[in-house]
């Protein structure tokens, strides 16, 4: 069965104080690893996908990357605007659903 | 629509109710998913169409549950004789490609069961 494990479960930054987030997976076949947001009372938003180990992308602040066995999610210089709860997901085998984690709750303060 | 449209927002039932979900998906969309998400958990998979032909129903929780797209677009959840423990939110998803990997998500419906 696939699991994916986020970690932590919270995370309080202060506007401006780089961290990295962790998505740790154990799938048979990975096809593709997500990372979404989503803010309160919302659906997730869609950020990334990746696809192979070392691969990496980047939009504004975030950047994913990806090896055989976790995903990180690295915030550089957040802003209060990036709170929000990030969820990681995998797609394996010829499944076609994602499997999310539970997600780490981000808020970053003034 | 510009996005996926779910309604109502918030439902009540009493317990035993029967409740009927609906699901306006991105035009052109092919692939369709539901998903069940508590409160402090990530989203967890219900059943998931390919235009009108429900491919995977692995994840519905018990047969209270049942899902159409009969047309190919629109979808309904519907669940019968209500229990507390399916009160969550209940999250639609559209993606334009068959595989479905960049899913659209609706804002979802509260589900509460008194």
């Known amino acids: 069965e696939d699991q994916v494990t986020q970690s932590p479960e919270a995370l309080r930054l202060q506007e401006g104080e780089s961290s990295s987030l962790n998505c740790s997976y154990t799938v048979s076949g990975l096809r593709g690893l997500f990372w979404y947001r989503q803010d309160p009372g919302k659906g997730p938003e869609f950020l990334f996908t990746?696809?192979?180990a070392g691969e990496e992308k980047e939009k504004e602040r975030l950047k994913a990357t990806l090896t055989k066995k976790e995903s990180f999610l690295h915030i550089t210089a957040p802003k209060p605007e990036d709170s929000a709860t990030y969820l990681c997901?995998?797609?394996?085998?010829?499944?076609?659903?994602?499997?999310f984690g539970t997600g780490t709750r981000l808020q970053v303060t003034l | 629509g510009a996005g996926v449209s779910q309604s109502p927002r918030y439902k009540v039932a009493k317990r035993g109710q029967d409740v009927a979900l609906r699901c306006d998906p991105i035009?052109?969309?092919?692939?369709l998913f539901w998903y069940q998400q508590a409160l402090g958990q990530g989203p967890e998979f219900l059943t998931y169409f390919q235009n009108e032909a429900q491919l995977d129903k692995s994840g519905l929780p018990s047969d209270r549950f049942f899902a159409e797209r009969p047309e190919g677009s629109v979808s309904t959840l519907k669940i019968q004789r209500t229990q507390q423990e399916d009160s969550a939110v209940y999250l639609c998803?559209?993606?334009?490609?068959?595989?479905?990997?960049?899913?659209?998500f609706g804002s979802g419906t509260q589900l509460s069961v008194l």
């Open positions: 035009s052109g969309h092919v692939s």
């Open positions: 997901a995998v797609q394996a085998g010829t499944a076609s659903k994602l499997t």
């Open positions: 990746l696809y192979s």
């Open positions: 998803a559209s993606s334009l490609e068959v595989v479905g990997e960049k899913l659209f």
